[in-house]
Nanobody, 120 residues
Framework: QVQLVESGGGLVQAGGSLRLSCAAS????????MGWYRQAPGKQRELVAQ???????NYADSVKGRFTISRRNPKNAVYLQMNSLKPEDTAVYYC??????????????WGQGTQVTVSS
């Protein structure tokens, strides 16, 4: 059974920082890419940042220069350092494992979500 466990969300004032963490547990041979998505009330889920097993990163334009994604491959963990937070960053943030190779095939996995609230 593969699980993604997130931590690090919370309430912060505009201009502040938060660091999100996500660790994948279970029998995983490899993960193509790990990333963070977010969903604000009334909006669709959107990609925030993603990092491949080789270290290639991709960021949403709205977070470039403020957020940094990093990954620890042996432990299948991914982190999101969020600086200069804005009220519009308020959302539930979800960890994603893209194309994880497990004993039953190749699958995508999602965490349960962690709330990030930025007050003005």
């Amino acid at each position: 059974q593969v699980q993604l466990v997130e931590s690090g969300g919370g309430l912060v004032q505009a201009g502040g920082s938060l660091r999100l963490s996500c660790a994948a547990s279970g029998s995983i041979f490899s993960i193509n890419a790990m990333g963070w998505y977010r969903q604000a009330p009334g909006k669709q889920r959107e990609l925030v940042a993603q990092i491949t097993s080789g270290g290639t990163t991709n960021y949403a334009d709205s977070v470039k220069g403020r957020f940094t994604i990093s990954r620890r491959n042996p432990k299948n963990a991914v982190y999101l350092q969020m600086n200069s937070l804005k009220p519009e960053d308020t959302a539930v943030y979800y960890c994603n494992a893209d194309r994880a190779v497990v004993s039953t095939g190749i699958k995508d996995y999602w965490g349960q979500g962690t709330q990030v609230t930025v007050s003005s």
